[in-house]
């Protein structure tokens, strides 16, 4: 059978490398819909727990991975040699940055050479294999750093693998919004740009498989510039905003009733949120991914380095707004109690990556203040060397805090119930207001 007919028959063999936020959701939803799954994750603890269709993702129902794997449509496995029997793999590992802010490809490339150890020994008709690549990465990667690996797997012939004809190499950025109640995995569009035509066209047929719309482009690089724009035009209208609220608050304007009113333009205004900084492993490292790149082509890309500065400033700002009302209740922050509530960087989630809340607890620290968090979602923070345990929410704690301060606003907060035993509260988010809670 073609690996054509085995995507349209949901015989092919998945495998999805890395199954963390973005892996295991894909994962799943390709077992739901009949493929033969096999998550390929370094970390044996997720192995184990996917085998025993434990969830560690919130997006991911425990029933609904129990009952995959309990059909036997996805495994998990630590071996890579998997590889061998999988006729589709998608490789879903993090791309960081390192401490000098520079691309961190060392997942993917790791991922790509095991792809290519673990390749079929004979490529033919009947045992073609597609790769795609999910992972960000600046416009160009998966031309300059992942085919080269993979076109000098093993084969007979003299001339190494040729894409297009012994493997089909396609990029088609992840989308995914973990926590997004509305868009997830499959209802979100996909694009999808492969290396030759046959190569986007298998891409192409294999997302329709379990996507409900797939945008074949031209070529990888169209696809991987696609995903920055993206995170980049989020990224930079966060730190206008972030900006305008800084302005606001000298100027005593209320910014949030300012985005309400400017969102009442049915046209051309779309609103963002101010709040403590941009947090994640997308929104404050890719944007980071294209200026690099832009530097080979002598090219500084001003909005990107300006909206870093003014997003990653924001954490200060808090702290400055601590300080300054812990002043006016003619207290010290190196005396007072500071009690975080929201470590994740964004509601109902537990991811901390980048989290603005990290440097907030660390500046407030470096003051010397007593500093206590709360997070439903986050049972352990690590600051530097240190970790902190979430404090458990109750009125004698919020009680005992000279300062409250609302960093992310997760719905299963009772904001109401917050604002009856806090004295005094730093609503970074404006959930107090839009929730209604009264007092404030
Ligand atoms: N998290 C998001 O919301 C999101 C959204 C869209 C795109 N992305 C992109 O998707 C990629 C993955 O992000 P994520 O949030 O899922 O990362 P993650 O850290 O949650 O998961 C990645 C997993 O890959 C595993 N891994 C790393 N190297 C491996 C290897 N060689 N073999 C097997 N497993 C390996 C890690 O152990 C980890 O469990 C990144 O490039 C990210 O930018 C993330």
Not at 228 to 248: K, P
Request: contains cysteine; positive net charge; charged residues 25%.
């Amino acid at each position: 059978m073609s690996l054509k007919e085995k995507i349209l028959k949901k015989k092919a063999r998945v495998g999805i490398i890395g199954l963390g936020y973005v892996g295991l959701p894909e994962a799943v939803a390709l077992a739901k819909v009949g493929f033969q799954v096999t998550g390929i994750e370094l970390n044996k603890n997720k192995v184990e727990k996917v085998n025993r269709g434990h969830s560690y993702i919130a997006d991911i129902r425990e029933g609904e991975l129990r009952d995959v794997v309990r059909k036997g449509k996805l495994r998990a496995t630590t071996n890579p040699s998997a590889i061998r029997n999988l006729d589709v793999i998608c490789i879903c590992v993090p791309t960081p940055f390192n401490i000098y802010k520079e691309p961190d490809l060392s997942y993917v490339r790791d991922a790509t050479q095991q792809i290519a150890k673990n390749f079929r020994p004979q490529p033919s008709r009947f045992c073609e294999q597609l790769i795609i690549l999910e992972s960000t990465i600046y416009p160009g990667a998966t031309r300059e750093v992942v085919l080269p690996v993979l076109s000098t797997g093993p084969t007979r012939k003299k001339e190494g693998r040729k894409v297009g004809r012994d493997f089909y190499l396609v990029f088609s950025p992840e989308r995914i919004d973990p926590g997004n109640k509305k868009y997830y995995i499959t209802n979100t569009p996909k694009v999808v740009g492969g290396i030759t035509r046959k190569c986007t066209e298998l891409g192409t047929l294999f997302y329709n498989q379990f996507i409900s719309k797939v945008i074949p482009v031209s070529s990888p690089e169209v696809a991987e510039m696609s995903k920055l724009l993206e995170n980049i035009f989020r990224n930079v209208n966060i730190a206008l905003v972030n900006e305008l609220m800084l302005l606001c608050d000298r100027m005593k304007i209320n910014i949030w009733e300012v985005i309400e009113a400017a969102k009442t333009k049915p046209f051309g205004f779309m609103s963002f949120k101010p709040g403590p900084g941009v947090g994640g492993h997308c929104i404050p490292v890719d944007p980071v991914y294209l200026s690099w790149k832009a530097k080979e082509y002598d090219f500084h890309t001003r909005f990107i380095e300006l909206a870093a500065e003014i997003n990653s400033n924001m954490p200060y700002y808090v702290v400055s707004k601590i300080l300054k009302l812990l002043q006016h209740k003619a207290k010290s922050v190196s005396k007072s109690k500071i009690v975080i509530l929201g470590a994740a960087f964004k509601k109902d989630i537990s991811d901390v990556r980048n989290s603005p809340a990290l440097k907030v607890i660390e500046l407030l620290k470096e003051e010397d203040a007593k500093v206590l968090y709360n997070d439903p979602y986050v049972p352990m923070l690590k600051i530097g060397k240190n970790f902190l345990k979430s404090a458990k929410l109750t009125p004698v704690l919020l009680r005992s805090a000279d300062c409250v301060v609302i960093l992310t606003d997760h719905s299963n907060y009772d904001y109401e119930w917050i604002v009856k035993n806090s004295h005094l509260i730093l609503d970074t988010r404006n959930i107090i207001k839009k929730r209604k809670v009264l007092r404030l």
